[in-house]
């Protein structure tokens, strides 16, 4: 019994990490409609730059929250701009090219990224320092959770409702939302479309930095080739919920977070034994399979009629 | 043998509360040129689209020589003989002319894939006479000058033509235009409804969408006019002219 | 194309031209072997199964216009069929020309069953699904090795069968007036053949009723539909084809190999070969056989150069060749995409 | 279609040109300098990518051994030779292993030591075996290997079936378990140890309350750790590397889940301490072969390698360089370095080398596949026996 609660606190855990990664995916795609492959390796980034930020810091003695807010600070500027760039130089010129070139630019923009992070940092995976007290604490003792954790779940939900704020009642949001309709109609009304893309772009790797470190801390480990996996991970999640909708990207990665979790602790049971934990991401991407299959927008994606 | 082509029933349709027409009752005579107009929003597309498979209706029937093809995918339809253009011009660009006219013959191809990747004698034959059959359709509707070039390189008005060259391969009992003189010159609209007299004198009914009302005026032999949905006059295109509703509908009074 | 009645002296020279060409493939592997040594050989006919793959996926990306991320699987299930169908694993011994067209219907199959559910789906939705399907086989493949073995899961199916002509082995080695003809040679005959015979099948799809049908989906689904083709057929006969390509792909492959393992179909493999399509030129036959060529066989001439080049020039290896060579791969991709964004080699600049 | 035919043409005259641009690497000459008759010595190893510093340690095994035989002017049958390797770098890539073979192959290599993985030496020995090329692998320990039946295939290091079984013996004799976990990562390495010792374990009556997996792209563990904190075992076994190994104690503390930790040479680094921090404490790990001090020549080797390197010795050095010296020694033998003339010798060679005394026996394993012991006690791996040591 207490292993099922276990089971859920673990799926909270890791199902926000990808909420917060698949924001980027989804906000980048409601703008642009294209897979920003290379938001996954952002997020490496943002976790390889927190990395010797902090090791450069612990030269000095510096108060603990201090040089916190410098590591977030300097991850979150450096991966902004980093997106920022990637942005101008490979998406922003195909704006009008085939469907397909852009992803291509994506796929290129990752790799290259994963190798030139390999080149700065090496193979070698990094102990990541504990840069927060990581105490374990025990709910109605059945089940353990970190402070890093509980960091992470909230995180995850704040920002859900920051950003969902910030696209439904702002400025800029309405800015996005009236490009992510129709871009000419939202230029003719005097949108700067450009800006509101950069801004994405930003707001999203802004997002993926804090995710990089989140993650980096939580598993006491970061490595160049971190980012490419959760970054599929995280755009499952994303599709799952309904690409290009803020809540569903967080439904969706909580819920494949479930999933995984849930399905590696029980499947074994459900199969009579044929199936083990070893089959964790194939039931998530049934799952994925069976929703698109039933709803083809995922679970809060918005219906798309097609114009005749 | 029936005389109507096209019956539709008590048809309604609303897409999240609104509704987007309400319990339309029309029927096209077979051999005719039937005009459907109305001012924007009135459900004239909608329309069509519900009657070429596109949407389906929330309520009613939809009768192609009295067989009813309410609810049935685009493609079956097609095949039943509904050919239909679109409103915004939605041609194969990047095939040319000939190729865009011989994709919708692709269902009176009767090759398998055995005799395509054999090229059998069948299938040169059937290649062969469905280019002939193309040309002679690209002649009839005077684009056989482009027939290599891409669909996209052509000039506005050819390519309303093209679209409905491309309806009429399927060669459909009805034809179902949308709109197609929108942002044509006077010289184009005449071509153009000489060119529909010729395919209808030629044992096509038609059925038209389209704002320019002189166009329909002088094309149809019976007018409908749908205002929110709802069929507010039909008639013969005089008696339609005289109508109030019609007027205030188009005057918005 | 062929089809048009072409005047008896162009006749010549197009069998003139054929001719040649036979020539020319013929020679080939002995030019490669004498200029560059066996290893070489090896690469082109790693090459050559690229190229079937490529001309597969090409089918389905290319002509039909559905965005596939999972097309390695359908060389994995290809590999596989053959791995389980000739090998000591269950002591099965068929004969190629009974694996070759099993393998091919096997993957023709799958193509469909990933197919059905995802002719809804709109081209982003249907790559994330076409990946989770690649991983989903790739999984299998690795753990179907318990309750009951079935594929080694991991540790991967060894001492497959190379092709067998009657007694004739392909892994013999026979010299013919003092030239020694090795696997390498049959393979790459053997794999000539069935690129060739790809090449002459899209082609004539391409011509077709069918791959008119493809392109009219790819261009304008609703219209297509309008104008009376069953984009459901139509879409799953893509993805059959594609697949059957790549599953005889993967047959050859495993036997040339003589192991497989599940580590040969991880994801990148699917990238790379949609990044072959892309870049060569989508749609476009001989753009995507180019684009196979380059991004096989680049990278190997990097391998050969990147250290001793650096060495001369800095005396120490300061990148070392995979990380030059990923690199370079990825700022490709990116230039390609930027000034030439319909591939290398399109139809429209043939 | 013409048109085609010229670009075919075209197209692959370009393909043939683009071959002669690119650099060839024919460098076998027949005798060097001074003469003498040049033998190549082929090495194989990951150069480049994650565990590019194992590959580059083989290779400098392999490179002291040559050094010393060429000191030894050694002479095979009247002619004067010099030995020459040609290393390769297989990535540690089972899609590149054939082709640095093909290259080893093509350079005429007499005996080729290597690869340095499982994954990737498998495949390559079909290669040399077709070549005739007999083949020591310093460091590959699936068992697969040395069952192809291919006469020429050996190693120098236990395999994962004597490791496994070492392990198993281990686990219930010293750590007196008798519900154990079983966690392997899907690889062929962990796939291959834990089966061996699952079947151990039970041979010898002990229970395995589950087997769990992961997967090398993974780094959250919680769900399967969670799993097994339910069935509380007494001891979780891991097969698989350290930097999934040392993420995973982590995790298991988290969990608040204290049991006896064992894993093989996978994790037994000090990359394995250094990501596991504190949690590492009390962890069991294995190791084939001795630690280097407990080798016969293992000081000494250590500090010659140390001077001609100034680097030290990372794992399979050693092992590497009596590979290379088997090789030679049975060469001597033969009074040849053709291969058809030197393999008998090879099969039933008595070598002295720094790491035990290696003889092979019918299937090309070394006899005394000896398996050590050690455990974590505050972040140092300290030795405590070595077993299978018959």
Redesign the interface.
């Known amino acids: 019994m207490d292993i099922f609660f276990q089971q859920i606190i673990n799926g909270l855990v890791i199902g926000s990490v990808y909420a917060l990664v698949a924001l980027g995916y989804t906000m980048v795609y409601g703008i642009l409609g294209i897979i920003n492959f290379a938001h996954g390796e952002v997020v490496m980034i943002g976790a390889m730059i927190a990395l010797s930020i902090i090791l450069f810091l612990f030269q000095f003695d510096i108060p603990i929250y201090l040089s916190l807010a410098l590591v977030f600070f300097g991850a979150i500027i450096f991966c902004s701009l980093l997106a920022f760039c990637i942005e101008k130089v490979a998406y922003k010129p195909l704006r009008n090219a085939p469907r397909l070139a852009p992803l291509i630019t994506a796929i290129g923009v990752s790799i290259l990224l994963q190798n030139i992070a390999m080149l700065i940092w090496g193979r070698q995976y990094y102990s990541f320092p504990q840069i927060f007290n990581n105490d374990t604490y025990q709910i109605f003792g059945i089940a353990n959770i970190t402070t890093i954790q509980i960091i992470i779940i909230l995180i995850s939900l704040v920002t859900m409702f920051f950003l969902f704020y910030f696209i439904n009642k702002t400025q800029y949001g309405m800015a996005m939302r009236a490009t992510s309709e129709d871009k000419n109609a939202a230029k003719l009304m005097g949108i700067e479309i450009n800006n509101v893309i950069s801004i994405t772009f930003i707001v999203g790797a802004s997002l993926a930095a804090v995710a990089g470190i989140l993650i980096a801390a939580n598993y006491g480990i970061a490595h160049y080739s971190m980012g490419f996996m959760l970054g599929l991970k995280a755009f499952t999640a994303a599709v799952l919920g309904g690409i290009g909708n803020i809540v569903g990207a967080v439904i969706g990665g909580l819920l494949l977070g479930l999933i995984e979790s849930l399905g590696a602790g029980y499947i074994e049971k459900l199969t009579f034994g044929f199936m083990g934990s070893n089959y964790q991401d194939v039931i998530a991407f049934l799952v994925l399979v069976l929703v698109l299959v039933i709803k083809p927008n995922g679970l809060v994606g918005e219906k798309s009629s097609t114009k005749v | 043998m029936s005389k109507n082509i096209l019956e539709i029933k008590n048809l309604s349709i609303m897409f999240g509360g609104i509704v987007a027409l309400d319990d339309v009752n029309m029927v096209t005579k077979k051999g005719t040129i039937h005009g459907l107009i109305g001012p924007n929003g009135a459900g004239k597309t909608t329309l069509f689209n519900i009657m070429t498979g596109i949407y389906k209706p929330t309520s009613g029937n939809v009768y192609l020589n009295e067989k009813e093809i309410t609810g049935f995918t685009p493609n079956k339809i097609a095949n039943l003989g509904i050919a239909r253009t679109f409103q915004n011009i939605r041609l194969f660009n990047s095939m040319s002319v000939l190729e865009n006219v011989l994709v919708a013959m692709h269902n009176s191809m009767n090759v398998n894939l055995i005799d395509i990747i054999f090229k059998t004698k069948k299938f040169k034959k059937e290649e062969k006479s469905k280019r002939e059959k193309a040309e002679k359709l690209l002649e009839y509707t005077g684009l056989v000058k482009y027939i290599n070039n891409s669909a996209s390189s052509l000039p506005y008005g050819d390519q309303r033509r093209l679209e409905i060259a491309r309806a009429l391969a399927t060669n459909p009992s009805l034809l179902v235009i949308d709109e197609p003189a929108a942002g044509m010159n006077h010289k184009e609209t005449s071509d153009l409804k000489n060119f529909l007299d010729k395919i209808n004198s030629d044992g096509t009914s038609i059925l038209i969408i389209e704002h320019d009302v002189k166009l329909i005026m002088n094309l149809c032999s019976f007018v409908t006019v749908l205002d929110f949905g709802k069929i507010i006059c039909e008639g013969v295109p005089e008696m339609v002219k005289q109508n109030k509703q019609v007027i205030e509908a188009y005057l918005g009074a | ?3 048009k009645i072409l005047p008896f002296h ?1 006749k010549l ?2 069998i003139h ?2 001719f ?2 036979i020539i ?2 013929t020679l ?1 592997p002995f ?2 072997e004498e ?6 050989l ?2 082109f006919d ?1 090459t050559l199964i690229y190229v079937l793959l490529a001309l597969g996926l090409n089918i389905v ?1 290319g002509f039909a216009g559905l ?1 596939d991320l999972g097309y390695i699987a359908f060389f994995a299930v290809g590999a596989y069929s053959w791995a389980i169908l000739a090998s000591p694993q269950f002591d099965i011994h068929l004969s190629f020309l009974v694996i070759l067209p099993i393998s091919f219907f096997i993957a023709g199959f799958f193509g469909v069953l990933l197919g059905a ?2 002719l ?6 249907l ?3 076409t ?3 690649g ?2 086989i790739r ?2 493949l ?2 179907l ?1 318990h ?1 009951v073995n079935v594929t080694n ?4 199916i ?2 497959i069968d190379p092709v067998m002509i009657g007694t004739f082995s392909f ?1 013999n080695k026979i010299v013919i007036f003092g030239i020694q003809l090795t ?1 390498l040679h049959f393979y790459y005959y053997l794999l000539v053949i069935c690129v060739i015979l790809v090449i002459i ?1 899209c082609q ?2 391409e011509n ?3 791959g ?2 493809w ?2 989906i790819r ?2 689904e ?10 459901r057929n139509v879409k799953l ?1 893509a993805f059959a084809m594609g697949a059957s390509f790549g599953g005889v792909s993967g047959a050859i492959f495993s036997s040339f ?3 497989v ?1 599940p ?2 179909f991880i ?1 990148i493999e699917s ?1 790379m070969v ?2 072959m399509v ?2 060569g030129g ?1 749609g476009h036959i ?1 753009g995507v ?2 684009g196979a ?1 380059i991004l096989v ?1 680049l990278p ?2 990097i ?3 990147a250290a ?1 080049i650096q060495e001369s020039i800095f005396g120490v290896v300061l ?5 030059l060579r ?2 370079l ?6 230039l390609v ?2 000034y030439r ?2 591939g290398l080699w399109n139809k429209k600049n ?1 | 279609m013409k048109t085609n035919c010229k670009n075919n043409l075209f197209f692959f005259l370009c393909l043939v040109s683009s071959f002669f641009i690119a650099s060839c690497d024919s460098n076998n000459s027949q005798f060097d300098s001074e003469g003498r008759k040049i033998v190549y010595i082929g090495h194989a190893g990951p150069l480049t990518g994650p565990i590019a510093h194992l590959g580059k340690d083989n290779e400098n095994g392999v490179k002291l051994a040559i050094q010393e035989a060429n000191d030894k002017n050694i002479s095979l049958d009247g002619e004067t030779i010099v030995f020459k390797v040609v290393s390769v770098d297989d990535e540690g890539k089972e899609s590149k292993t054939t082709l640095v073979a093909q290259k080893l192959v093509d350079s005429e290599v007499s005996g080729v030591i290597g690869h340095l993985n499982s994954g990737t030496t498998i495949p390559a020995s079909k290669i040399y075996h077709d070549e005739g090329i007999p083949q020591i692998s310093p460091s590959a320990t699936n068992v697969n290997y040395t069952n192809q039946g291919f006469p020429g295939a050996f190693r120098v290091m236990a395999n994962d079936k004597q490791q496994g079984s070492a392990l198993a013996n281990f686990a219930i004799n010293d750590i007196n378990a008798s519900k154990i976990a079983v966690i392997d990562d899907r690889t062929a390495y962990g796939k291959g140890l834990a089966d061996i010792f699952e079947d151990t374990v039970q041979s010898l009556g002990g229970i395995i309350s589950t087997r769990e997996f992961t997967d090398v792209t993974k780094s959250d563990f919680t769900a399967i750790l969670t799993k097994i904190k339910g069935l509380n075992v007494d001891l979780i076994f891991y097969a698989g590397m350290d930097v999934q190994g040392g993420p995973m104690l982590k995790q298991l503390d988290n969990l608040g889940l204290n049991v006896n930790f064992l894993t093989g040479d996978g994790c037994q680094t000090l990359q394995f301490i250094e990501l596991a921090g504190k949690s590492s404490q009390g962890v069991y790990a294995s190791s084939p072969g001795v630690p280097l001090d407990k080798m016969p020549g293992g000081i000494a080797f250590n500090l010659k390698y140390e001077q001609t390197f100034n680097q030290s010795i990372q794992i399979y050095g050693p092992y590497a360089y009596d590979a290379t010296n088997t090789l030679i020694d049975a060469m001597i033998k033969a009074n040849s370095y053709l291969p058809e003339k030197y393999l008998p010798f090879l099969k039933n060679i008595q070598f002295k080398g720094v790491t035990g005394d290696i003889s092979f026996d019918a299937k090309g394993d070394i006899n005394r596949g000896s398996i050590s012991m050690y455990q974590v006690k505050n972040s140092k791996w300290e030795y405590l026996k070595t077993l299978g040591d018959n």
């Open positions: 194309m062929i089809s162009k020279k197009f031209g054929l040649l060409v020319a493939l080939l030019v490669i200029s560059f040594g066996r290893s070489w090896r690469i790693y990306v965005l559910p995802t809804r789906l709109r081209g982003d939705y790559a994330i699904v990946l989770g399907f991983e989903i999984i299998f690795n753990n090795d309750p899961g991991p540790v991967g060894n001492m892994n696997n099948i004539r799809l077709s009723s069918i008119r049908a392109v009219a261009e304008d609703v219209a297509a539909e309008a104008m009376g083709i069953n984009t006969l190999q003589g192991f393992s580590e040969s994801l990238i949609l990044c892309v870049l989508m001989y056989v180019l060529f066989i190997e001439i391998r050969s150069v001793p990148i070392d060749p995979e990380s990923m690199i791969f990825g700022l490709a991709l990116i995409m930027l964004p319909t043939v």
